[in-house]
């Protein structure tokens, strides 16, 4: 039985869980939107990793290829980030993985099988972090194993009492131009509850500590 790791948009962060998760995986396949190549040398550390480029990972990444085709135990793999891009000659693929909506998604269509292992990076709203193990079988035989982190809610720095509070601090420590590290430390946050809710007010001008909160469903 052959383990390949699959993931896709960790957007900068490799969480503990996932590597721990990946540990055992012959190789391990990204399709894309990593956002830095600190994640790629910690993978390569796992199992030979093999990645293609997201629409996130800019001139860092210039060297990766937008689609890739690989042969591993028999299968015909093929890569690429948005499921729009699948081109017609990957008909003929056995798997193709890809990425970007960061929504887990398995489907046999036309002899092929399609995989999507969704987002394992930072959290989406309150969308799962998920990611998959696919094993192959001495006959050819294909099992995926969908792995779903947790969702914990840290309690930290009072944001369990004074959630709007915190909130309205992080979004004043960015227009202040503060580092999301630094607007953690300062606000007693981890790093992900700081990075969410910064991105929230990032992207959607004119939303308030309520609004955010909301979104985060919080």
Request: hydrophobic share 35%; proline share 4%; net charge neutral.
């Amino acid at each position: 039985m052959h383990r390949i790791g699959i993931i896709s948009d960790t957007h900068g962060l490799l969480r503990p869980e996932v590597a721990e998760g990946l540990r055992g995986c012959e190789r391990i396949l990204h399709g894309g939107d990593i956002n830095s190549p600190e994640i790629l040398e910690a993978l390569q550390k796992i199992a030979p990793t093999f990645a293609v480029r997201g629409n996130n990972d800019k001139e860092w990444a210039k060297n990766l290829p937008e689609t890739l085709s690989i042969n591993l135990y028999g299968l015909h793999f093929f890569m690429v980030h948005n499921k729009k891009h699948i081109p017609k000659e990957a008909e003929s693929m056995d798997v193709i993985i890809y990425g970007h909506s960061h929504k887990y998604e398995e489907k046999h269509s036309d002899g092929r099988f399609l995989l999507n292992p969704g987002s394992c990076g930072p959290r989406r709203f309150n969308q799962p972090v998920t990611f998959a193990v696919l094993e192959i079988g001495e006959d050819g035989s294909v099992r995926v194993e969908k792995i779903e982190i947790a969702h914990q809610v840290k309690e930290r720095g009072g944001i369990g009492r004074n959630r709007k509070k915190v909130v309205q601090a992080v979004m004043r420590d960015t227009d202040r131009g503060k580092s999301v590290r630094e607007i953690a430390v300062r606000n007693g946050i981890d790093n992900e509850l700081a990075q969410q809710i910064c991105r929230l007010y990032l992207t959607h001008p004119g939303i308030n500590a309520e609004g955010i909160l909301e979104k985060m469903g919080m």
